[in-house]
């Protein structure tokens, strides 16, 4: 049984509102930011089922953060104990890799993206297998793995249920932890009765879009799958270093079914993932629930430590991705973006993910997070990847929830500055022109006295109006749909030398 | 203590009743408030887009003009903001250790009105006067950046005469952000219009604000709808007297 894809598009391009999601494909044809927003934006019903779930995971995590009268202590020993482990990345992987062969496990080490997947393909294809059941996992959507499975002819079933969602419909993610935020109960039940049957067990007939019957529905379709799967695929929320153990937590429980019942267990896991040892672990089983669901705790937290004998996976394979991690970690200010622990709290409380959704970020990383880790991860060479530090109004939300304090904003210029530094010496485009007109007028303030005059003159044009209204031009984006309004017939510096009289320059 | 006005450019530009009215009501206090002729801007323009090689001549400018006084004030959070949290940085790219430490030591001098007042003044009842409903919108810079909290609530609810109602997403994003209202157009609206439909909601007259661009942005949309709101900044209101309202 094969999932049958979406038709890709006329010379390959993405279909037109699902921009493609890896990082390691050209993004050739992919809408930057701004036009994948104006897209996404028009979808009425997207932007009510956005705003109304965000608005709900919002409220719950603050009011459980609130509960906790050490909610800043806790985040600043998150972060600190990250960037003890980034600092000592090297020493804690093979830490982490000593520990986990000693326990049974068998661990690989992934440059990139091509290379995890062949060694995710020849794995399941010495297991003699043609089909994996995956937990969701964000390593395994970053590199693409689904698609290079299915190439080599395997089919992976996502055993999520907001994962099934978004795989049955031909769906790209659009969210870190709700990948289907963007569906309504109505479109579910309809994806479920139209797509089921072609890849297994079929939706029953008369199913509703009562949440319990959308459940029941995926849990029996992916019951059989479950009990057939040989070979399991996971990510890791968490590598403890001091025992060599993988950590995944979850809500549904089909994580401890992927991670419990298959013979073989490959798990894909980013080289950010470490953590010295359990005790630091303690202090994210905290911050993860509460910032991600708005849960004290999550349902299910499961720890795997190598292999045991006759209880569970007999075969456990640990693949420690780099895919460009390396690279952001040399960077001093952009790798506090390997932080993150994919909470998603950022997207929840972010203005312009809420309106815009995770699709047009053309990114698995969606949001906020997506903004900072997106372009660091592939480089800013592509449209896309150069729009996304942009697609923020810096307004800093997101840090004020991230439970390992990413300074996002701060991220977002940093990355903003490379991006503008990466199109110096070339040909200077429009707007780098018009910045540098604008610092030489603001180097002097005779000059920019010069240009007040040039305004405040302009003032008599208007006759009595106060606003202007559209106009052509650099400005026509603001004047789309906002008013600006009229130079006023005075400066300030103009009235206070009338009134005040011009000060002795100081010696 | 010698006090210095930091206008900014852009209300020295294009809403000089703000700075205007920080003067007289800094003069009502007893401050006596030079202005420094050869201030312009804090760079936050070109930090914000990415262009921080162009921001430099700003940051040296600022602490040139600024450097000598005991406090600086400005009616703008955003500005504040860039100054507190962006200006050593680009020291540190310029590369230069003697401009960093200057910054460091003009940065704590530097505040936005309503911290000037409350923290550096001790006075939260101003003897304004401006009888009429108003609403409150918290600009992202200074809620998040500078962290005012609630000073400027304070001061306005210690205004003669003023109804204050409560604004429904009050510290949700206006959608101005810079050079973002222009690259990112369709997202911005989409966020002012949500913004502006809460502010009718309140039937308030007037919205304040700390930061005119914001105010400019929510304003464009209002004023596009001929809604009837008047957008004042939070010293223009804090100016108004009886004798002479706003
Ligand atoms: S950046 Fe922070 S808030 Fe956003 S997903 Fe990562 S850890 Fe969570």
Not at chain 1, 54 to 75: C, F, H, P, Q, Y
Not at chain 1, 374 to 389: A, E, F, I, M, N
Request: hydrophobic letters at 40%; aromatic letters at 6%; proline letters at 6%.
């Amino acid at each position: 049984m094969t999932l049958t894809h979406a038709e890709p598009a006329p010379s390959g391009k993405p279909p037109a509102g699902h921009p493609h999601v890896g990082v390691t494909s050209t993004f050739v044809g992919m809408p930057k930011f701004p036009d994948a927003a104006r897209i996404e934006l028009a979808n009425t019903t997207q932007r009510r089922n956005l705003a109304h779930a965000t608005g709900i995971i919002r409220d719950k995590r603050a009011s459980v953060v609130g509960e906790l009268d050490n909610w800043e202590e806790l985040r600043l020993a998150a972060e600190a104990i990250k960037n003890r482990t980034l600092r000592h990345l090297d020493d804690y992987l093979v830490q982490f890799e000593e520990n986990a062969t000693k326990a049974g496990a068998v661990v690989h080490w992934a440059r990139d993206a091509e290379e995890a997947n062949r060694i995710v393909v020849d794995l399941v294809r010495e297991t003699g297998s043609d089909e994996v059941v995956k937990v969701k996992s964000m390593a395994t959507q970053e590199i693409e793995l689904n698609e290079a499975l299915q190439a080599a002819g395997i089919d992976a079933w996502e055993t999520d249920l907001a994962e099934l969602i978004v795989q049955l419909g031909d769906d790209w993610p659009s969210h870190i932890l709700v990948p289907a935020i963007h569906r309504n109960r109505s479109e579910v039940r309809e994806i479920f009765l139209r797509r089921m049957k072609d890849v297994g067990r079929p939706a029953p007939e008369d199913l509703t879009d009562d949440p319990r019957r959308l459940a029941e529905a995926a849990r029996l379709h992916l019951r059989e799958k479950f009990l057939r799967a040989k070979v399991g695929i996971s990510g890791a929320n968490f590598a403890v270093a001091d025992t060599g153990s993988l950590v995944v937590v979850e809500s549904e429980g089909n994580g401890r079914m992927c991670l419990t019942l298959p013979e073989t267990l490959i798990s894909v896991v980013g080289i950010e993932k470490v953590l010295p040892s359990w005790a630091d672990l303690e202090v994210f089983l905290q911050v993860l629930p509460r910032s991600s669901t708005g849960e004290r705790e999550n349902p299910y937290t499961s720890i795997w430590t190598g292999v045991t004998p006759g209880d569970g996976p007999q075969n456990a394979h640990i693949i420690l991705l780099d895919n460009n991690r390396t690279n952001v970690l040399a960077d001093e200010v952009g790798r506090a973006a390997l932080r993150c622990i994919r909470c998603s709290a950022c997207l929840n409380v972010c203005p312009v993910y809420e309106r815009a959704g995770g699709h047009a970020y053309g990114s698995v990383y969606p949001g906020p997070i997506g903004a900072i880790l997106t372009p660091q991860l592939r480089g800013t060479s592509s449209k896309v990847d150069q729009s996304l530090p942009y697609a923020s109004s810096l307004c800093g939300a997101c840090f004020d929830v991230c439970p390992v304090r990413i300074d996002i904003p701060e991220l977002l210029v940093h990355l903003r500055t490379r991006v503008v530094d990466e199109h110096r010496g070339g040909r200077p485009t429009a707007e780098a022109a018009a910045f540098k007109a604008m610092a030489w007028m603001f180097g002097s303030h005779r000059r920019l006295e010069a240009a007040q005059k040039a305004a405040t003159t302009s003032n008599r044009f208007f006759g009595r109006r106060k606003t202007i209204g559209a106009i052509p031009g650099p400005l026509a984006g603001w004047s789309s749909a906002r008013d600006i309004p009229v130079p006023p017939a005075e400066s300030f510096r103009d009235w206070w030398k009338r009134e005040r009289g011009e000060q002795e320059p100081r010696s | 203590m010698r006090v210095a006005l930091f206008a900014t450019c852009f209300n020295d530009t294009m809403w000089p009743n703000t700075p205007k009215s920080t003067v007289l009501l800094l003069e009502r206090l007893g401050v006596e408030v030079e202005f420094p002729f050869e201030q312009t801007c804090c760079g936050q323009m070109f930090t914000n887009t990415g262009y921080a090689e162009e921001a430099i001549p700003g940051v040296r400018q600022f602490v040139d003009v600024f450097g000598d006084y005991d406090a600086v004030v400005a009616p703008s959070g955003s500005c504040v903001g860039s100054v507190r949290h962006q200006h050593g940085a680009i020291a540190d790219r310029a590369g230069d250790r003697a401009l960093r430490s200057a910054v460091d030591a003009l940065v704590p001098k530097v505040y936005e009105l309503s911290e000037f007042l409350v923290d550096v003044l001790g006075v939260t009842d101003v003897g304004a006067y401006f009888p009429h409903r108003v609403t409150y919108h918290p600009t992202c810079h200074s809620l998040r950046m500078l962290r005012v909290g609630d000073k400027p609530l304070t001061l306005l609810r210690n205004v003669k005469g003023i109804e204050l109602v409560e604004l429904n997403g009050a510290d949700q994003c206006c959608g101005f952000g810079g050079t973002f209202a222009m690259k990112n157009s369709d997202v911005s609206v989409a966020m002012g219009s949500d913004k502006s439909a809460n502010v009718k909601e309140t039937g308030a007259e007037v919205l304040v604000a700390g930061d005119n661009s914001c105010l400019a942005h929510i304003g464009g949309l209002l004023t596009r709808e001929r809604a009837g709101v008047r957008m004042m900044h939070l010293a223009e209101i804090l100016a108004s007297t009886e004798k002479e309202p706003a």
